[in-house]
């Protein structure tokens, strides 16, 4: 994070490549990063959670080992995504952009992951599945919650 800061400082038009840069680190915006920015920059602690929180790419938690992508575009509105959506996140017990208590997902709604021949769509870290239907969403999470089992979640990410 150092190098981070030291190569943007507070230089007009930095705050949000700050931002980004730090959640590329950690995978979120940690508060104690926050702090350290505000206090390293000059920034207002006030300043950075306002841009943190006006901006959806931002994540002041951290997200699961599966990030869940679920594509709202139109080709996939039209094939019936949000059925699909509620329920994977009625499975999951969350709501859209929550983890689930295990840390293993996170589910977020997208507008277009541009892969509109497989509408409708979704995306688990890089990998994209595509021509779902509420069945084979739930089947894929499934295993990869089965395959998860063996290897836990560190503690102290």
């Known amino acids: ?7 943007y400082g507070n230089k007009k038009g930095s705050l949000i490549p700050l931002l980004q840069g730090i959640q590329t680190i950690f995978g979120f915006l940690p508060k104690e990063a926050l702090i350290k920015l505000s206090r390293e920059t000059g920034y207002e602690l006030s300043d950075l959670y306002g841009v943190a929180t006006f901006y959806a790419q931002f994540r002041l938690s951290p997200p699961g080992k599966y990030l869940v992508k679920m594509c709202h575009g139109t080709a996939c509105h039209v094939l019936q995504v949000s059925q699909i959506t509620e ?3 009625d499975h999951l017990e969350i709501q859209d952009g929550q983890t689930t208590p295990d840390r293993l997902f996170t589910v977020e709604t997208v507008a277009c992951l541009g892969c509109c021949s497989l509408a409708p769509a979704m995306m688990i870290g890089d990998e994209a599945y ?7 969403a739930l089947r894929i999470v499934k295993e990869l919650k089965r395959a998860s089992i063996s290897q836990p979640i560190a503690e102290n990410l």
């Not at 994070?1 to 190569?7: F, G, N, Q, V």
């Not at 595509?130 to 069945?135: A, C, F, I, V, W």
């Open 87 to 89: 329920e994977l996140l």
């Open 1 to 7: 994070m150092d190098s981070l800061i030291a190569s």
């Open 130 to 136: 595509g021509k779902l239907t509420p069945q084979s």
